[in-house]
């Protein structure tokens, strides 16, 4: 019998609830929630 390989324990991933924090224009992501700037490129990302 061929053994199946066990499930990975973990997903991975980051969680969905970081996507108000991606710049809109370079995809960077800033450290806290809008509004605020991307440390990157400096685009005001605004909340939505």
Excluded: N, Q, Y
Excluded at 25 to 46: K, Q, S, V, W, Y
């Amino acid at each position: 019998m061929a053994e199946h390989p066990s499930p990975p324990d973990d997903d991975g991933g980051d969680p969905a609830c970081w996507l108000r924090r991606v710049c809109p224009a370079c995809g960077g992501l800033a450290e806290e929630d809008p509004p605020t700037r991307c440390p990157r490129c400096g685009e005001r990302i605004e909340e939505a």
